[in-house]
C-alpha cells in the first residue's frame, strides 16, 4: 500500500533553500571531493601496477 500527501498540503509547505552562496560552496566542495576520489584511484590503480611490475620481476629471477 502507498500512502500518499494531498496536494494542498504539499502547496503549503515551505520551500527552503540554501543561498546562492551557499549553494555554489555545496557545489565547490563537492566538485573537490570528487576530483580527490579520482586522483586516488589513479593512485591506487598506480601502485597495483607498481606492485604487479614487481612481482612480476621477483618472479622472473627465481630460478626454474
Known amino acids: 500500500d502507498q ?10 509547505l515551505p520551500l527552503v533553500l540554501p543561498s546562492l552562496a551557499q549553494q555554489r560552496q555545496l557545489l565547490r566542495l563537492t566538485q573537490t571531493a570528487l576530483q580527490e576520489r579520482r586522483h586516488m584511484e589513479n593512485m591506487i590503480r598506480n601502485r597495483e601496477q607498481q606492485i604487479a611490475g614487481i612481482v ?8 626454474a
Do not use: C, D, H, W
Open 56 to 63: 612480476a620481476q621477483i618472479l622472473a629471477s627465481v630460478p
Open 3 to 12: 500512502l500518499s500527501i494531498r496536494r494542498a498540503i504539499l502547496e503549503g
